[in-house]
């Protein structure tokens, strides 16, 4: 396998990752615009309508990434790595703009996962008030958008680390966020038969008041 191989397999991998973050963010979003909507109380509800404002931005940032990650690929299918214009006598003419590079493309890359990683970090962030808030409602998506996020940080960095040996460890903070974050925001998902988890069945309550009050009707009937 030839080095163009391997790189092409990096950014294959992180394509496929973010496009799962960004698929996986869908639910995410959909259930916090839901239970801003069914909030009365105007700063959970600010809350909680920021949090979706993130999660979007998150989405967005994804998306374009993706767009870059494609970009490099076509990039150097095309044998285009930061060519000079000529000069009369065809040397390289610095004072125009050279054609992008798939290397300095990455390296805008690893920034946007870092941007990324931050939004989700604001989105999940306990407000004094509120810190019960900071959790997801979709766990399970959740989980994979921020495992996926992590895979795709690690794919880019392994193909710049052919250039950079130490771009790795210059954005473990990164990936150390996404592994908080994830132990923090979502819930253990438990598995089949066991039945749901307290903080799951907290942070339904949460979600929605009319699942407590149902909660508490069928204790009553059972007494």
Same mark, same amino acid.
């Given at each position: ?23 996986? %963010? ?33 989405a ?52 946007y996962l ?13 407000t004094?008030?509120?810190?019960? %808030? ?23 960095c392994a193909?710049l680390s ?12 990164t990936?150390? %966020? ?5 132990d923090?925001?979502c819930?253990t998902v ?20 009319e699942?407590?009050r ?10």
């Amino acid at each position: 396998m030839s080095k163009d191989d391997v790189t092409e397999d990096h950014v294959r991998c992180a394509a496929v990752a973010l496009t799962t973050v960004f698929e996986s %963010l869908g639910a995410e979003h959909q259930a916090l615009v839901s239970e801003a909507a069914s909030t009365a109380a105007r700063e959970r509800r600010g809350t909680v309508t920021r949090m979706s404002e993130e999660i979007a931005q998150t989405a967005s940032t994804v998306s374009s990434t993706i767009v870059e990650l494609a970009t490099v690929r076509g990039l150097r299918d095309l044998g285009i790595r930061r060519q000079f214009a000529k000069d009369g006598k065809g040397g390289d003419y610095s004072p125009l703009l050279t054609l992008a590079d798939p290397v300095d493309t990455l390296y805008d890359i690893v920034h946007y996962l870092s941007e990324a990683a931050d939004t989700l970090g604001r989105a999940y962030e306990p407000t004094k008030k509120n810190p019960g %808030l900071a959790v997801a409602r979709c766990p399970r998506q959740m989980t994979l958008a921020f495992s996926s996020l992590r895979a795709a940080l690690d794919a880019v960095c392994a193909d710049l680390s052919t250039h950079d040996a130490g771009v790795a460890k210059d954005h473990e903070s990164t990936r150390r %966020l996404l592994i908080q974050l994830q132990d923090r925001v979502c819930p253990t998902v438990p598995s089949q038969g066991t039945g749901p988890s307290a903080e799951e069945v907290a942070t339904a309550i949460r979600a929605d008041p009319e699942v407590a009050r149902a909660a508490a009707a069928a204790l009553a009937g059972m007494a």
